[in-house]
């Protein structure tokens, strides 16, 4: 509960929400993140996301609405200037083009308006592969025979049989081999090769490049957190002998508040 407090509480520090209209982007049919708002005074909220929508509704109890909406298509479907805020959670590592999503915020934003986004692992992290691999749920639920997760969800354990940078450091050959070792079924090793180096869910950009993304947009940074994590030295060595140098491989995660200009 405490990561779906993180806009809310973020933001707080920047704007009072009472008789604001809220825009949540990827957001999940609960609609966790979005009630603290409301609670708050929000006129409205807007829960959008793609795959964790299952269906569409309309609480006017709340003033909530809950919709399927692509994030780099924000200004036709609501039209310019039409939220105080804009936020949205763990979307750092799976936005494939922050250049236009940026845009598409500030588009959306009133003049003034504030924006908080989230996301972690970084590709250029130790489980920047984001593992899932899901037999309930997912692009796998009728292919793998096991769950392979990056991290704990929902009480399960994690899961995750690959190295730290293992996603940077071998060849889709090499990760199948040592998958292969582990004796882990076929089918299960196959499902993690395809979402590893071929799914789209992933936009796959090292921190560097986010972080010029964000900084370069229409939007002014009022914060950028970071959340790090210690490179060994030999992995560092090996990282830039095969990804290149100018990149933080320490980087796990990222938070940014930004701000759309008065005027």
């Not at 500030?106 to 003034?112: D, E, I, N, R, T």
């Amino acid at each position: 509960m405490q990561h779906q407090l993180s806009a809310h509480k973020a933001l707080s520090r920047y704007i009072a929400f009472t008789g604001k209209e809220i825009l949540e982007i990827g957001g999940a049919q609960s609609c966790e993140s979005a009630y603290p708002f409301l609670s708050d005074g929000a006129s409205r909220a807007v829960v959008t996301g793609l795959d964790h929508i299952s269906h569409e509704k309309v609480d006017s109890d709340h003033d909530l609405v809950v919709m399927r909406a692509d994030a780099l298509n924000l200004d036709s479907i609501f039209g310019p200037c039409s939220f105080d805020v804009v936020y949205g959670l763990s979307i750092v590592e799976h936005i494939v083009n922050p250049d236009r999503f940026l845009s598409q915020v500030h588009a959306v934003l009133k003049p003034g308006g504030v924006a908080y986004f989230e996301g972690n692992p970084i590709w250029s992290s130790p489980k920047g592969h984001h593992l899932w691999v899901a037999t309930w749920g997912g692009a796998y639920q009728h292919k793998a025979t096991s769950n392979y997760l990056f991290s704990e969800f929902q009480g399960e354990i994690s899961t995750n049989p690959l190295p730290d940078w293992s996603h940077l450091l071998m060849t889709p050959d090499e990760m199948g081999t040592y998958l292969t070792e582990l004796s882990l079924p076929l089918t299960d090793v196959d499902c993690i090769l395809e979402w590893v180096f071929h799914n789209e869910e992933l936009n796959r950009l090292d921190m560097s490049s986010i972080a010029r993304g964000y900084s370069s947009s229409p939007l002014n940074v009022l914060e950028a957190n970071t959340l790090r994590v210690e490179v060994p030295a030999l992995t560092l060595e090996a990282l830039r002998a095969k990804c290149g140098g100018g990149v933080d491989y320490g980087v796990y995660g990222v938070s940014y508040v930004l701000t759309k200009s008065p005027s």
